[in-house]
């Protein structure tokens, strides 16, 4: 006799394919946006953009460094 397949479970498609973004949309729903879980995820997600524009703005200074001390050049004096 056949076995009954079971119906799957129909899953937000923005969180089908990672395990964390279900567990967080999960805890959204259990404790909503105003917890203090909620809060934590907020500063530390501004505190990861600003690491990541840390290393951005490092970079770019690197690159004018660079670009600053190609431009050096002789310069002409007169001797009388």
Known sequence: MPRARK???KIN?????CPVA???SEMEKAYGRKSD???H???SQIEFLK???SLVDDRIGELEKKQAR???KATK????
Do not use: I
């Open 7 to 9: 119906e799957p479970e």
């Open 37 to 39: 879980f909620f809060n």
């Open 51 to 53: 690491a990541v524009r």
């Open 22 to 24: 279900r567990l967080f």
């Open 41 to 43: 995820l907020h500063q």
């Open 13 to 17: 498609s923005e969180t089908a394919g």
């Open 77 to 80: 004096v007169e001797v009388e």
């Open 70 to 72: 190609g431009k050096k």
